[in-house]
């Protein structure tokens, strides 16, 4: 009997290359299933960061045009910026939100009657044209936190100096509600 020098994958090797293997797909699918979670939210989390932007600088620009003093820069009773979460509704004539005087946004185009809403590209892609799709933000809420600053010595006041919060608040079916905080200083002076 000739012994034959020829050698290869035994069994064993061979099942655990493809224990191996499907260890690595499993991890990878998982992977790819957590991607496609993070970009189904990609959209609200993007108008949560526009609109607590929009709203930081409607302030400064209120601020810096004399529409309001820095005095009134403050949450009610003592300013005109609601105390806690709202929904986002449209600006009333002051032309800032999350104040008392806002109201129901008017419908337009294919956005109906109520809260903000956003108007976003049909199947085709364009924006602009019959196909539109209006998103509701009626799952959204803002609130606008003015706080005081202390000076260095953390007991007094800082008087030209206030920190404002503008936090974000979405709902997504079958999630828990999600945030997104911006925060910033504002002074007395421009």
């Known amino acids: 009997m000739q012994s034959s020098d020829q050698s290869g994958f035994t069994l064993v090797e061979t099942m655990i290359a493809i224990a191996v293997l499907t260890i690595g797909i499993l991890s990878l699918a998982a992977v790819l299933g957590t991607s496609v979670g993070r970009v189904e939210y990609a959209e609200e989390q993007l108008i949560a960061r526009e609109k607590a932007l929009q709203a930081l600088e409607s302030v400064y620009t209120a601020r810096n045009t ?55 590209p049909g199947p085709d892609g364009i924006l602009g044209d019959a196909d539109d799709v209006a998103m509701s933000l009626s799952n959204f809420t803002r609130q606008i936190a003015i706080t005081n600053v202390l000076e260095a010595d953390g007991v007094t006041v800082n008087p030209t100096l206030k920190s404002i919060t503008v936090t974000i608040t979405y709902a997504q079916s079958g999630a828990a509600p999600q945030a997104y905080t911006v925060q910033a200083l504002i002074s007395a002076y421009n």
Not at 75 to 92: M, S, Y
Not at 101 to 116: F, I, K, L, M, R
């Open 66 to 120: 004399s529409q309001i003093t820095f005095a009134q820069i403050a949450n009610t009773p003592n300013g005109i910026f609601t105390l806690g979460a709202t929904q986002l509704l449209c600006a009333g004539p002051d032309g800032l939100v999350n104040t008392t005087d806002d109201v129901a946004c008017p419908a337009a185009g294919p956005c109906p009657a109520g809260p903000e809403c956003v108007v976003l």
